[in-house]
Structure formats: C-alpha cells, structure tokens
C-alpha cells in the first residue's frame, strides 16, 4: 500500500471518509479551513526561501493578501475575520522569528519511507514543511494553523512527527547515530508557541509497527462511518450514509419528518414529564430509519441522530499488565473511565493500542442525540 501521514489520519477520524477520498478518489472543493492553511504555508515557504534578503513582513503580508480569496468564505463578516486572524499570525511570527537568522536546509521536502517486510512492505510519504540545520545538528518543523494547542506529552507522542523523522533519516541515514541532536517541532501560528520534542530510534521503530497496524485495519474495514464534531468541514456529506437523510429531496419522504423532528426536538426542551411522547417519536423515527436503512433523519428545525451506544468494561489482568510496567497503574486502580481517559491523551501509541485490545463488550443501547438548527 501507499499511503501518507494525512491518510492515515483521516481513517483514525471517519473510515468512511478515507474510503471516499483513497480509496474511491472522489474529489471535493477545497474547503475554507484548508484555503487559510495552506495559504499561510506557502506564505511562511516565501518568508523562508533562500536568497540575498530575505522578505520583510511587509512583503509576507503583500504575498498573503495578493492571494486571498473572499470567495471560499460564506460571508462578508466571516471573511474579514479569517483574514484579520492571518495577518495576525505573520505578525506574531515575524516578532517572534528572524527568517535571516534562520540555516534552513529544505523547505516542502518530499520524502518515502519503507515499512514492513517481505510480501507486506508498505510505502508511506508526506511533505516536511522545513528542515533546519542547527548549531549542534537539525531541527524538523511543521506548521499547525489549529485552535488547540496540545499538551507537551502529546507532541512527544506524536505520530506525524515521528513519520516525519523517519523520513528525514531515510535522505540523512547516518543521522540514526545522532538523534539527541535532531529536534522535531510543531509551530501553532495561532498562539505563536513551538512545542518541541526529541525521538529514540526505538520510538521510530514504534511508530512504523503502528503504522503497520493502521494499514492491517484498513485491509479488514468496512470503513462504516463515524459522526464528529468534524462533520461539519467534510465535503462528503451529500453521499454518506449518515447524511443521506438531510440531502432527500422533500417529496420523496414517505412520513412527515419535518413535523416529527420539530415536535421532537421541542419536547427534549421541556421538563421530563414529555418523556412518553418522546419515547413515541423515537418508535416512528426508529421505525422509519429501519426501513429508509438510515441512522439520521434531517429537518429545518435540525437533526436527529441514532446512535447505537456500547458500554465496554476493561479485562482487569491484562490492564494491569499493560500499565503496570509505565507506572501508571495506581491511577486507574479502580479502573474506571474516567481515571482511564485522564491518562490515555498521554500514552504512547502501541500502549493506546493495547489498551483498546484490552476492551470487551459489556452491553449496548440506543440513544437519539438532537443538533438544533
């Protein structure tokens, strides 16, 4: 297989949207979100290209609005902000960085890497935003243009930055023997703040056996679908299945859904005494979704989703095996959920991956969650 960093990410988010855009390769519009990050990249690839002088902010910001379009925006209000937002974050970087004192050594740099062995060797690629050579040996960075800044022990686990070593090391591989001196960074242009973090060579190994592992799911998905908050910015929403509701032509639905949603949502408004009529609605709705083979049913008045809830429970033993040995057992000695999700946003991947296997079904239910509007 050949595959990327971004691939691999978006099975992570919604397997049905890696499907789409991988697997099926169906094309969308360049969604607002991607215009304004990529737009701020090949700003800062300006700022940083080797030459006799390098661009002062007044030039970035002439690049910036040169190529600005008003168009991808859905209003005059939303686009003024969004731009604002972007001079801002020049601003900021240029106080904040001198690009003449920077040794960049590349800047976009492509790069594969080769993974697996024999029959199940696998390529994967991506681009490094920018290489610099530093005092003492090299420094990898990648710029971010999102909201959430994470925390210090998530970039030292994270995936993108340990592929993009490996690929750093597969153009330098003499580099393996000098890996204190290789810095791997990501750059929040929205908070001016670059979180850095180093890499052992057992820790690429890692990310290449969960990669490898990503790559054995994929092979055995059937990428069902995955409703998020990032639905929302998906421009496959008029063929997934889980919206396939909101983008049926008013004539063909066979109930008054419109009707049904609007009484339905406005009675989850009102106090606990309605829950029999709600409980009749999600029998019609229910009904319904079964026949039409549906999980979310659209009106004006907003959507309402079914969703089949599954309560897992953890095997003691094997738990307590996993995270024993990273110390991290006398906090979830109860092993209860919350203790768990304390912990899991900072474990190193392969020990997320045991800890999923270590799940079992304890039961499962459905729920019916209202999005207003």
């Not at 607002?32 to 990529?38: L, M, P």
Request: charged share 35%; hydrophobic share 30%; net charge neutral.
């Amino acid at each position: 297989m050949n595959t990327s960093y971004s691939a691999l990410d978006t099975f992570l988010t919604c397997p049905r949207k890696y499907k789409y855009s991988q697997i099926d390769r169906i094309k969308t519009p360049k969604s607002k979100e991607q215009f304004f990050g990529t737009l701020l990249h090949s700003t800062l690839k300006i700022v940083h290209t080797p030459g006799i002088l390098s661009p002062t902010l007044e030039q970035a910001l002439d690049f910036y609005s040169k190529n600005w379009n008003a168009e991808v925006f859905a209003d005059e209000t939303e686009e003024r902000a969004a731009f604002a937002q972007g001079v801002a974050m020049l601003q900021d970087y240029y106080k904040k960085n001198d690009p003449a004192k920077t040794n960049i050594i590349d800047l976009e740099s492509r790069f594969q890497v080769e993974i697996g062995e024999n029959a199940e060797k696998h390529i994967v690629s991506g681009i490094i935003d920018r290489i610099d050579k530093t005092e003492d040996g090299y420094e990898i960075i990648d710029y971010k243009t999102t909201r959430k800044l994470p925390s210090q022990e998530k970039v030292d686990n994270d995936l993108q930055l340990s592929i993009y070593l490996a690929g750093f090391l597969k153009r330098y591989p003499k580099e393996k023997e000098n890996l204190d001196k290789i810095k791997v960074s990501l750059y929040y242009l929205k908070h001016g703040v670059k979180l850095s973090s180093r890499r052992t060579l057992d820790q690429v190994k890692q990310s290449e056996e969960l990669m490898l592992d990503l790559i054995d799911q994929i092979s055995r998905s059937k990428f069902e679908p995955t409703i998020s908050g990032l639905c929302d910015w998906c421009g496959y929403q008029n063929i997934c299945p889980m919206w396939k509701h909101k983008f049926k032509e008013k004539g063909q639905k066979d109930i008054d859904t419109a009707k049904i949603i609007e009484e339905y949502i406005s009675l989850k408004d009102e106090v606990k005494s309605k829950t029999d009529r709600i409980g009749e609605l999600q029998e019609i709705l229910s009904g319904y979704m079964d026949q039409e083979n549906i999980d979310q049913v659209f009106s004006d008045a907003g959507r309402i989703l079914r969703t089949l809830r599954k309560t897992y429970k953890y095997d003691k033993e094997k738990l307590r095996a996993i995270l024993e040995p990273l110390d991290k057992w006398e906090e979830v000695l109860k092993v209860d959920g919350v203790s768990l999700r304390n912990i899991l946003g900072v474990l190193p991947f392969e020990t997320k991956n045991e800890v999923e296997k270590a799940k079992v079904l304890d039961k499962e239910s459905k729920s019916y969650i209202v999005k207003k509007g």
